[in-house]
């Protein structure tokens, strides 16, 4: 690990485990931590809670397990940081009984959860088709002065975005300003960037069924867009499924709508063919 006269320290080799996280290369993490001890260096926080990270990234859900649980025994002491990046390693599988396990050991450890942590346990109930607990998680917050943000909504959103109590959560969402993108020049174009998959469908039906109807009882139709993004403008959290699942709400409705010929980040709808009454039942509010 020490091939030159460059003394490695723990920054050194947590920034080198940090690379190996955002490439998704969780088992040369892994060797890069085994190595630290050879070349005299320490362990910190950071390295766990990085290690953690990649092991989230990989799906490696019960590896990320193991290494918060060695934490200790090397006289390292988890933050919230690095029970975040654990709880999200639970994702995969639809591990949820071991995130809200994991949670719930947060204050016996005296390390307080934040939104980042909250967020991502809602996530994991989410990917386990808890929705109910992903909604109480999202309530919990503000009761335990946690303000929820963007993240928390997106997957509170994702769990609940095929149900009528995920209407009232998109507009309590949208009325707290977590989507400020979201009009674009005009009310006949609308931002989707920020958002999930769930609320990004949350987002058109509201914006169809609430908004499209008042413009379709002007003179001439409205072009109306929807702009997604592509590639590399879009977050992390929703990269590829955004426009698809826009697409099959669509599709579903039959409405016209097909992908922009100069920007495959924005898909355009016909607002000749439409019509307001049919618009207006895409989003029915909870009973």
Known sequence: MQASQVEVNVYHCSAAISACEKDGQWQM???LLSLMPEAMVVPNVITY???ISACEKGGQWQMALNLLSLMPGASVVPNEITYSAAISACSKDGQ???ALNLLSLMPEATVVPNEITYSAAISVCEKGGQWQLALNLLRLMPQL???PNVVSYNAAMDAVSGMGVGYALFREAFGLGMYPQFWSNSYSTVNLHDMS????VLAVRWWLAEVVPHLLSG???PKLEIITGWGKS???WDTTDVQDAVFQLLHGCQLPSRIDQNNRGVITIDGRQLESSDLRRLFTPPS
């Open 234 to 236: 879009r977050k992390e």
């Open 197 to 200: 998959c769930g609320a990004a």
């Open 145 to 147: 002065k946690i303000l």
């Open 219 to 221: 003179p001439t139709a």
């Open 49 to 51: 809670s990085a290690v």
């Open 96 to 98: 949820w009984q071991v």
């Open 29 to 31: 993490a892994l060797n």
